[in-house]
């Protein structure tokens, strides 16, 4: 028998025995519900599951924050195009409010809450607003906002209502009804990481300016660049670690806006002007493709 089953059927059997014998045992113990351990044990879970949930919900703002910040982002880049600029930003700022709305909502969802745990669940979406309003607010005054201001803007009544019909309804929770009014600070490290991605924009906003025709705001952008460059580098390395990340990116952007002033001031009577964006998109593909290969 031991030839004909081979050397691991006894251990086989063996394990299969030890399981059999261990779900026997369990069933033989009876658990009482309402013990202290289990009571304790189900508020655990409760808590745990309450806290998944509010985090699944922080994350779902969160990406409808970044959406409607980027449509924001995308509509103030027409401002190169057209020549009613106070149209847009007035629409622009619309759009802004719907998604200082959304913030709300994340705000309700945090009262009585340390925002810290939950902050890696909204963080990309208050970058991605902090970009877009500081785009605005460089195209309308051609200066950098303050984390003050962004921040100003970001306190919010209880009776104001999310949007033109339907009030935003608060979680139900009585720890509500002591609060007038909510807030939600951006944090420094967010306020960067929005800056930084916003020199991208910038970077964008000075190609499509020259293939416009507009040849003073590329060199207007390349000074703001450099002092924003400046200011970051003065940061470095003792900085957030996703700071330190950003600042290559933007050394980029800064490269590519002050190959564009360069060609303007050196080539800019030899080339047509209708031929200026073409000439700086092959010679930005051509940076990109030393980059990479570096």
């Given at each position: 028998?031991?030839?004909?089953l ?8 063996k ?22 351990i ?9 808590e ?33 195009s ?14 802004l ?17 340390d ?7 909204f ?59 909510l ?23 000075c ?17 703001f ?10 940061i ?19 490269g ?10 050196v080539?800019?009577?030899e080339?047509?002007?209708?031929m ?5 998109a092959?010679?930005?593909d ?9």
């Amino acid at each position: 028998l031991y030839w004909f089953l081979g050397p691991n059927a006894y251990r086989k059997r063996k394990h299969e025995n030890f399981f059999l014998r261990q779900q026997r045992e369990e069933k033989n113990i009876g658990v009482d519900p309402s013990s202290a351990i289990m009571i304790m044990f189900k508020s655990f879970q409760q808590e745990l599951d309450t806290r998944h949930d509010k985090f699944e919900r922080l994350v779902k703002l969160s990406r409808d924050i970044t959406i409607e910040s980027k449509r924001t982002i995308f509509l103030l880049h027409r401002v190169t195009s057209t020549s009613n600029a106070d149209e847009i930003l007035t629409e622009s700022e619309t759009k802004l409010d719907g998604v200082r709305q959304k913030i709300k909502q994340v705000a309700y969802e945090l009262v009585g809450e340390d925002m810290h745990q939950y902050h890696r669940a909204f963080s990309q979406g208050l970058q991605e607003y902090v970009e877009a309003v500081s785009f605005r607010h460089f195209i309308r005054t051609r200066s950098l906002i303050s984390l003050e201001e962004i921040n100003s803007l970001l306190v919010f009544t209880t009776d104001e209502k999310a949007d033109g019909s339907e009030e935003v309804v608060p979680p139900q929770d009585a720890k509500l009804s002591s609060y007038k009014t909510l807030c939600l600070q951006v944090t420094f490290t967010d306020y960067l990481l929005g800056i930084a991605d916003l020199t991208g924009e910038l970077m964008r906003m000075c190609i499509n300016s020259v293939g416009n025709g507009d040849i003073d705001t590329p060199f207007e952008l390349s000074q703001f660049l450099r002092q924003i460059y400046d200011g970051f580098s003065y940061i470095g390395n003792t900085g957030p670690y996703e700071v330190s990340k950003k600042l290559y990116t933007l050394k980029q952007s800064l490269g590519k806006v002050e190959n564009a002033c360069y060609t303007l001031k050196v080539r800019g009577s030899e080339i047509p002007k209708h031929m200026l964006a073409d000439v700086f998109a092959s010679k930005t593909d051509f940076i990109e493709q030393e980059d990479g290969s570096s």
